[in-house]
T-cell receptor
């Protein structure tokens, strides 16, 4: 079975602090895809990143960075110098690809609150 | 290019009433999905479709039916609504079942359903 766990339900930081959101996944597939989505208070789901299981390179995009480690089945997300606009619910998700009908399995989400 | 459009955006139903949620995509995507989002539980897959004329059950299919008669449309039906079906419903689509590298799975803006 596939599963995604985001153990941190809520995180609160003060602006300009760095914050890391944890994501641990379970799968027996050798080919799979990992995602992060942001859900701001307005409710839409905003795509942040997709990573495939064969690409363990860390990714940096502005203040955002992702650390993918197959050895620990983790795909953590770090926001550097957080801002109030980063306040949102963040979801980590896993897809087994075509072999599993492309089903996207979500973690429970981490609610990040960035205070000024 | 509208992406994924969900209709309606809001609805209040009485227990026992029926309704259909419409999801329409104009990206020629093969794969389509219906999720529900409840507080603290992330997004859970209700039903999905890997192509026109096909449907399959997801994690929480009870009380829902779906149809994919046309490639661009994926309908979610509630035959006899119950208060437990009060939720926010999201539709998503993907061309390949892997999510696109640049934009992942495409999500609609959601339907907020209240059953009283």
């Amino acid at each position: 079975a596939q599963k995604v766990t985001q153990a941190q339900t809520e995180i609160s930081v003060v602006e300009k602090e760095d914050v890391t959101l944890d994501c641990v996944y379970e799968t027996r597939d050798t080919t799979y895809y990992l995602f992060w989505y942001k859900q701001p208070p307005s409710g839409e789901l905003v795509f942040l990143i997709r990573r495939n299981s064969f690409d363990e390179q860390n990714e940096i995009s502005g203040r955002y960075s992702w650390n993918f480690q197959k050895s620990t089945s983790s795909f953590n997300f770090t926001i550097t110098a957080s801002q109030v606009v980063d306040s949102a619910v963040y979801f980590c998700a896993l897809s087994g690809g075509v072999g599993r009908g492309g089903k996207l399995i979500f973690g429970q989400g981490t609610e990040l609150s960035v205070k000024p | 290019n509208a992406g994924v459009t969900q209709t309606p955006k809001f609805r209040v139903l009485k227990t026992g009433q029926s309704m259909t949620l419409l999801c329409a995509q104009d990206m020629n995507h093969e794969y389509m999905y219906w999720y529900r989002q409840d507080p603290g539980m992330g997004l859970r897959l209700i039903h999905y479709s890997v192509g026109e004329g096909t449907t399959a059950k997801g994690e929480v299919p009870d009380g829902y039916n779906v149809s994919r008669l046309k490639k661009q449309n994926f309908l979610l039906g509630l035959e006899s609504a119950a208060p437990s079906q009060t939720s926010v419903y999201f539709c998503a689509s993907s061309y390949s079942g892997q999510g696109d590298f640049n934009y992942g799975y495409t999500f609609g803006s959601g339907t907020r359903l209240t059953v009283v």
